[in-house]
């Protein structure tokens, strides 16, 4: 499948900071770029998404942006809040694939 | 709207005994299907998917089944579970290609 690499594992940010979180891939025929947000004992929950026709999309404070190009997309969430903490995934799929691959994650931790 | 219902929550078995976890969609038809298995601090394997009654791909040869007897219910199953079964395991659905996978909350598996 897809290799989805996503930097970095952990991240700490001090409330009202930024958080930027980057996942390259590996497939120039990927086309969907979703992100998942994680709380403990929670599943994933969709938070934003982009699709390969956009280089960027915003909704609030968070933002996703997408170089086809480099292959590489981020996640930004600007103005951090201490429910921001959570663990981020980044996943990718191509047309006609049934399939999400995963990005291993990352802990995303906002201090007060 | 859609909603995606697994349970139980959390279960709690002995080495060797067999294992049923059950997943409903309610508010569509004919979703895709997913079961995945995160380990405590890792990321998301797939371990099954299904696009329609019956239909199974398994994506990790293991100790685990999986089946589809209706059109929004996914079971996953084993004989005789072993200690590396443990772990959170998510179900999801998406409506098709390329479209955002929405996971239920799991259920916590532990095996003594």
């Not at chain 1, 663990?87 to 291993?104: E, H, Q, R």
């Not at chain 2, 299904?50 to 994506?59: A, D, L, P, R």
Request: hydrophobic share 35%; proline share 5%.
């Amino acid at each position: 499948g897809e290799n989805v690499e996503q930097h970095p594992s952990t991240l700490s940010v001090q409330e009202g900071d930024s958080a930027v979180i980057k996942c390259t891939y590996s497939d120039s025929a990927s086309n969907y770029f979703p992100w998942y947000k994680q709380e403990l004992g929670k599943g994933p929950q969709l938070i934003i998404d982009i699709r390969s026709n956009v280089g960027e999309k915003k909704d609030q404070r968070i933002a996703v942006t997408l170089n086809k190009t480099a292959k590489h997309f981020s996640l930004h969430i600007t103005e951090t809040q201490p429910e921001d903490s959570a663990v981020y995934f980044c996943a990718v799929t191509a047309v006609n694939d049934y399939k999400l691959s995963f990005g291993a994650g990352t802990t995303v931790t906002v201090r007060a | 709207s859609q909603t995606i219902h697994q349970w139980p929550a959390t279960l709690v078995q002995p080495v060797g005994s067999p294992l049923s976890l059950e997943c409903t969609v309610e508010g569509t038809s004919n979703p895709n299907l997913y079961w995945y298995r995160q380990a405590a601090g890792r990321g998301l394997q797939l371990l099954f998917y299904s696009v329609g009654i019956g239909q199974i791909s398994s994506e990790v040869p293991q100790n685990l089944s999986a089946s589809r007897p209706q059109d929004r219910q996914f079971i996953l199953s084993s004989k005789k579970l072993l200690l590396s079964d443990s772990g959170f395991y998510l179900c999801a659905w998406t409506p098709g290609f390329n479209q955002p996978q929405h996971f239920g909350d799991g259920t916590r598996l532990s095996i003594l």
